[in-house]
């Protein structure tokens, strides 16, 4: 008896693969397995109607707690890439490790997604997948499967996968973000409809929002202390509802494709332009620019589903080092779908008006008149140089570089 656990979500690949991984596959049994990210109720429904409809074991695994820890690890690397906030890049390493988890509490022999080969979901799932015992199958990919193969394999057996279900676009959400892909977007030149976003309303009005963080973790919004799944739902709503957190990028995937895609991200937005706010008032400038290349590493690694890599770790080591000081509380201005910060306060900044400021003298024993000697060798190796290059006696150069006699 073989069983194999397949990460199932109702939709057509997922449906699809039911069947092809008995037939085509030879296992006597599958179960199917959806992780909660903080995916919509609807999405829950159609996976448990679908898979009631296939006669098919079903589980649900929540992991929304340990999905908001790992989006507070975003925060505070600051996390991006290309200018998204990596919401469904962080769920699937989430994701994967849910549904490994259960295969191996109940005994399967191997574990199955749905991706197709050209999109990084199938990378990230592998990348935890792969350090188990247990055989990875990737139906779609190694069955070279299409769109329309499916729908006619699903017609021709009668599967339950409602006909117009899909919708027009493919999204992808979570409690961090909200992918909206494929159809007409997928064109670069195609201007998307005000239609695919329903986290966020037509950019209007404006209020401001206080964040706190303690140790860079974000504890309260206007005060008012929240868990993290909580103050991120809420956020996302409050914000969105000023239009805040759009991307439309051009993303290069892993597989060096580039795509268009849509994403929200009210709350993110948030408590990252909040937490960024926050670091530049209590952080030194040496961590500040130091901190940019952790960040960019920690983003790419992230984007790649590597969070689990003890690389993270020691980055994280050094993003916490930073974070001590990381308290305090900042305002944004969430206006016409921007978001700025407007504010910050924190009894570890950075900061001494009295040094900084033009109407005080003599600080710390230090007065103006100390800055002449700095001024004096500011900028010296770049006078010399340019002075060197302007001398007149200095050999001309051909355009190619060779010399003047030829
Ligand atoms: N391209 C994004 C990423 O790789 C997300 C894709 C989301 N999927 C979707 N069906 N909209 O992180």
Redesign the pocket.
Known sequence: MTTVALAFSGGLDTTVCVPLLKEEYGYDDVIGVTVDVGQPASEFEEAADTAAALGLDHHVVDAKDEFAELCYGAVKANAT?QG?P????LARPVIADGILELALEEGCDAVAHGCTGK???QLRFEAVWRGSELDVIAPVRELGLTRQWEIDYAAERDLPVEAGNEGV????QNIWSR????GQLEAPSYVPPEDIYEWTAEPEGETTIDVTFEEGVPVAVDGESMAPVELIEQLNEYAGAFGVGRTDVM?D?MLGLK?R?N?EHPAATVLLTAHQALEDLVLTKQERSFKKGIEQEWSEKA?EGLVFAPLMDALEGFIDETQDVVTGTATVRVHAGSCRAVARDSEYAVYSEEMASFNTEDVAGIEQADATGVAKYHGLQERLANEVEAAPEKPELAPDGSGTDQ
């Open positions: 890439y998204y990596l919401g469904t890049a999109g990084n979901d676009w493919s999204i992808d992918a909206v892909e494929g993303e995937r795509v895609e994403y984007y």
